[in-house]
């Protein structure tokens, strides 16, 4: 069947703007925790993803999909493939400037993804409204023509310090030296 589906974007969207201290095209997104199992170079187990920025509200990334990452036989976990979506749209969300987290993530796996591969993505924000932004992303493997699966992401704006705040303390803490 494929990718089939689409996001309903609310009639309210408000205008956007790049935050102006984000990467420029073609930087690398900075990593935002060094122990987030998305993005982190320290996690001891994580997808590592490399993101970079885009023009106006676009990122782009690439994820070896390596042995540890199995589902099925000699394929990709949908989980972690929805792991990897969800860390390349909430860079998206980087792009205009507001702390973001997830609220709802919806995926459609149109291809099974060897191992071995490398998958590719693209991730846009389509709009904000009030607290929530609205994002969308895609994965490929050869080329940009047909998507082997794609996901939607709203992500909701929150206050950093507060959002965290009771949890700092069971933080797992990246290795010193
Ligand atoms: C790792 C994190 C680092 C963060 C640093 C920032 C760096 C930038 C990102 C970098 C890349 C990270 C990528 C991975 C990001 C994660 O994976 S984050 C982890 C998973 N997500 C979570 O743990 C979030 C858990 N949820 C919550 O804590 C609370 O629901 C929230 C998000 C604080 C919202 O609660 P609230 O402040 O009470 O607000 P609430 O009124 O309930 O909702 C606000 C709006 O969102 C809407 N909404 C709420 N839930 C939903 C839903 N499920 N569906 C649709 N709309 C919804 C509400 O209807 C409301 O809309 P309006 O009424 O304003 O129109």
Same mark, same amino acid.
């Given at each position: ?8 974007? *609310? ?11 984000? *990467? ?48 099925? *036989? ?37 291809? *099974? ?65």
């Amino acid at each position: 069947m494929g990718v089939k589906h689409e996001l309903e974007l *609310p009639a309210n969207l408000e205008p956007m703007t790049r935050h102006p201290k984000v *990467p420029g095209p073609g930087e690398p997104m900075r990593v935002h925790h060094s122990m987030c199992f998305g993005c982190g170079l320290d996690a001891p187990v994580g997808l590592r993803l490399n993101v970079t920025a885009g023009e106006d509200f676009c990122v782009t990334a690439t994820m070896p999909v390596v042995d540890w990452m199995q589902g099925g *036989p000699g394929v990709i976990h949908g989980g972690i493939l929805s792991a990897a979506f969800d860390e390349v749209m909430g860079n998206a969300s980087i792009l205009i400037g507001v702390p973001v987290v997830t609220v709802n993530l919806e995926i459609d796996y149109a291809k *099974p993804i060897p191992l071995g591969s490398t998958l590719r993505f693209t991730a846009e924000v389509l709009g904000k409204s009030g607290r929530k932004v609205y994002v969308r992303s895609q994965a490929y493997l050869d080329g940009f023509e047909a998507p082997v699966a794609a996901a939607y992401g709203i992500f909701v704006e929150i206050n950093l310090r507060k959002h965290f705040e009771g949890y700092k303390e069971g933080a797992v803490k990246a290795p010193q030296g």
